[in-house]
């Protein structure tokens, strides 16, 4: 079936978007200021003769035109992570601040984690939970390559968070960056859209508002969630948003991102949705040459 | 609260020799002390950070911001930085990188070729008039030293301690 064709009523130009979901994804990196600087990478990737172009919105965010992220040595010194472009969207609309107490909800395989702990300068508390000990194990060693020593890895179902091993009952912040059907990653997996279907994506919608519902509960009065997907399906995205500010205390917020995207959509196939989902963010393929995102952030009133 | 050490569960080393409940745990003063004496890196590095044992020996570097209770059974706290209760501690890569900057002894300095064999994994026989035993390797990155990860040298070899899923060739 054509999935992306379900989509082509939502897009602005249908056939950029069908051409640059053909198109394999760039690789990118971003540099890890747990270990180094902006500034010495570019001097550490000049000197290994490896082209990079910076993007605009994110310091430290390097597009690598011709080179493998893995097979260098500011790699190897964790200087690097290979890190999509719009990966990097969430952990930079959540902001957190040095000292913070942090919850990444679906953490493994740990980019966004790492990117937290580095945004945070590796001081208060990343608690990264996952529910698969495979994929904990590629997120335990990727937040030791990059040095984070602020992240406490807990591995249970993110819906049924427990708080109990550590001293506080509240975040400041949560990231839930949830499984979805990931749809916008075909660039990178053209076998990504395979195995869909409509009863999975609605599957799996019940999950993610599970979790967001137990972020929101996990995070005090006044803190912040931001939640994502790499999928285009509303049913996945404003969908999970409109129960999550009906059934928990949370509202929409708006927020700068500084690429190009479109507002969130508040109708699809006979449902309508809040009109606050509109200060959710679409990014499609097209728009600035990456994968395709969702992004929301809310705020906890309760 | 005395208790044995458990494989599962990380357990903050006792501050001191006084403190310690559980036989042959290696204390926080022993850790910070061995960083010193070992490899000149100053004490004060390490203020931020409390010590962990989980599985015998291991200990972990966690940046304790918020006091976190002892003991805790989770997957993961901080990074694993030591191998202890053996005689010569062995430190792990991922804590050479992060804290070998800091070092101002046993730090073997490798040239492009001798890097690039470490990293691979070889042994390689090296001049070094330092003392034996485990030495922080480092190559040079953005005009200065960086560490790569821990050698044992002995008898004139540097052996390569980079662990199988760390080592690359280029």
Known sequence: MDVLGRYEDLVDDVEAFRAACDRPLPSAVRVNTIKTTVERTREALDAEGIAYDPAEWYPGLLRLPDAQPGTNWPYVHGWTHGQEEVSAVPA???????????????????????????????????????????????????????????????????????????????????????????????????????????????????????????????????????????????????????????????????????????????AWEGETYDESVRRAKRIYPHHNDTGGFFVARLEVTG | MPHGNEPHRFDRLPATAEERAVEGRPTRQAVVSWWDERFGIDPDTFQHHTFWERGAGKIWAFRDDFDQPTPVAIEGLGMAVLRTRQEHWKPTTEAAQRWGTAASRNVIHLDEPAAEAFLAGEDQDLAWDGDWGYLIAANDLAGAPEPIGVGLYVHGELQSKVPKGRQREF
């Open chain 1, 92 to 266: 930079r609309v959540l902001d957190p601040a040095p000292g913070e107490r942090v919850w990444d909800a679906c953490a493994a395989p740990g980019s966004k984690t790492t990117q937290l702990a580095a945004l945070m300068n590796d001081s208060g508390l990343v608690v990264a939970t996952d529910n698969n000990l495979g994929r904990i194990a590629a997120l335990r060693s990727n937040a030791e390559r990059l040095g984070c020593t602020n992240v406490a890895v807990t591995r249970e179902d993110a819906r049924n968070h427990s708080l109990k091993p550590f001293e506080f009952d509240r975040y400041d912040r949560a990231l839930v960056d949830v499984p979805c059907s990931c749809e916008g990653t075909v660039r990178k997996n053209p076998d990504a859209l395979e195995d869909w279907t409509l009863d999975h994506v609605h599957e799996i919608a019940g999950v993610q508002k599970g979790i967001l519902r137990r972020a929101v509960q996990a995070t005090r009065e006044g803190g912040s969630v931001v939640y994502s997907t790499c999928t285009f399906a509303p049913a996945e995205n404003e969908a999970v948003l409109d129960h999550a500010i009906r059934e928990a205390d949370c509202e929409l917020v708006d927020f700068d991102l500084p690429l190009a995207h479109v507002e969130g959509v508040r």
